[in-house]
């Protein structure tokens, strides 16, 4: 038991590890253009994504190791910090506003989207009252308190992409602790109102579900971001361009380090390349619930299980968009797109992940 938890926590980690080298060598590539015009006066990206990886492994080391990281005042004192950042991003002169969002604060050459951080500490809170209860009693309307406080905060900036990421991320924690079947299809059926009521109240976002339908109705306008990534993709066949060899970095995709830095490893290493880097999240996957049904204790198990779901959701949620299978919305790809606050806070989930393969718990 112990030598296949050994194997699966280094599957674990060399696959986070090579996503990581992967990102920050296409965070060079499809970046270096887009920098050269744009941020002149600022660090290149790939110091940046450099400094922020250090830090960002850095950071999952002390969560692996530190006994505090099983301790749930931990998780509630890191999740009301993440709610304060949230209001304070709300904040003009406090608030940064890119894109149309209002979800960063700027710290001088740097800056911090709570919107990420939130995501982690709500699974981490959950976990933590979820742990307390089970079977009839499992019900407690302050689950949702803690739930739709955040979604509440986060839409006001507004970020659907990281509100869809952390409501799906708390519903799985709410399965797996153990609520009923019926209440999921009860919520289903409340979700897909709310979800048509948001779209209603934003012309912007049922103009990028026309674009889904039909991109090429306004190719220069809604659609083409979906459009430009499949120029990348396509092209690319089974092996690529080759590496730096991008087209669509020259200004046609907009930000390609970014939420569509999938689309440009496409372009430059073909079919084979983008397969390699699924296969590598497949192997996240697998490792994460195979660590998660090895743990022991409920608290250990909702942790892992609860992590790893963010992590692959968020995957499943870019690769869809940059490949024209979901609408447009702003989500980066874990480990590998540009920005620290997404880096950070995805290895802080693969720190929680990692330290409940060397702690077991019996509560």
Not at 192 to 218: E, G, N, Q, T
Not at 239 to 244: E, V
Not at 268 to 273: I, K, L, P
Not at 317 to 341: A, C, Q
């Amino acid at each position: 038991m112990r030598s296949l938890e050994g194997k699966l926590k280094t599957l674990f980690i060399v696959s986070a590890v090579a996503l990581s080298f992967i990102g920050l060598a296409f965070v060079h590539s499809a970046g270096s253009y887009w920098g050269a015009v744009h941020y002149t006066d600022s660090l290149p990206f790939i110091v940046k994504q450099g400094i922020y990886m250090a830090v960002s492994i850095g950071i999952a080391v002390v969560i692996m190791t530190s006994p505090l990281t099983s301790n749930p005042k931990m998780w509630t004192l890191f999740y009301y910090a993440a709610i304060l950042l949230l209001v304070a991003v709300l904040i003009p002169g406090i608030g940064a506003v890119r894109n149309g969002s209002q979800s960063w604060i700027a710290l001088g050459p740097f800056s911090i989207q709570p919107a990420e951080f939130i995501k982690v500490a709500l699974i981490g809170k959950l976990a933590c009252s979820m742990n307390t209860t089970s079977g009839k009693g499992i019900f407690r309307f302050s689950h949702f308190g803690l739930i739709l406080l955040p979604f509440g905060l986060i839409m006001l900036q507004p970020d659907l992409g990281s509100a869809v990421i952390m409501i799906v991320s708390a519903f799985v924690i709410l399965f797996i602790a153990g609520y009923p079947l019926k209440f999921f299809a009860f919520l289903g059926a409340g979700g897909l109102a709310a979800f048509v009521a948001l779209i209603a109240s934003a012309p912007y976002r049922l103009d990028r579900i026309k674009s889904y339908i039909d991109p090429w109705s306004d190719p220069l306008g809604k659609g083409f971001q979906g459009i430009q990534s499949l120029f990348a993709i396509a092209p690319g066949g089974l092996l690529g361009h080759g590496y730096g060899n991008s087209r669509q970095k020259y200004l046609y995709l907009p930000e390609p380090q970014n939420d569509f830095i999938f689309s440009i490893i496409a372009e430059e290493t073909g079919f084979v390349g983008a397969t390699v880097v699924i296969l590598l999240f497949a192997v996240l996957l697998l490792t994460t619930f195979g660590i998660a049904i090895r743990t022991k204790g409920r608290y250990a198990f909702l942790m892992v299980a609860g992590m790893g779901s963010m992590i692959i959701f968020q995957t499943f949620l870019n690769v869809g968009v940059v490949s024209g299978l979901l609408p447009v919305t702003g989500v980066t790809l874990p480990f590998i797109s540009y920005g620290g606050s997404s880096l950070m806070t995805t290895w802080m989930a693969a720190g929680t992940i990692m330290h409940f393969t060397t702690r077991h718990h019996s509560s």
